[in-house]
């Protein structure tokens, strides 16, 4: 992912982040980890982050699993749903 993610950094300097859910699971892993320590925690406790990171983490996976599901009932036709829905973003725009 750090190769990825500075290759897109040095090709495309304006470009948007392409791994921003492997930052969003290691906050939940690390506010949960905080949370669950017996001794200090290494980070200012701080709830919100948590929360915000496993809703993230959450409408990614359910994402993937709607996904998925539409793949195993229409097929390869599930494509054209997101590429019709970027199309008329486009136009509407």
């Known amino acids: 992912m750090a190769c990825q993610y500075a ?6 300097p304006g470009a948007i982040s392409t791994a921003v859910m492997t930052g969003n699971l290691a906050n939940a892993i690390l506010s949960a980890m905080d949370l669950l320590a017996a ?3 290494l ?11 496993l809703h993230r983490l959450l409408g990614f996976i359910s ?7 539409a793949v195993s009932v229409v097929g390869d036709w599930a494509w054209l749903l997101p590429a019709a829905l970027s199309a008329v973003a486009i136009a509407v725009r």
Do not use: E, Q
């Open 7 to 12: 290759l897109l950094r040095l090709a495309v």
């Open 39 to 41: 001794r200090s925690p």
């Open 43 to 53: 980070l200012p406790h701080d709830s919100t982050r948590l929360n915000c990171s």
């Open 63 to 69: 994402g993937c699993l709607i996904a998925a599901a």
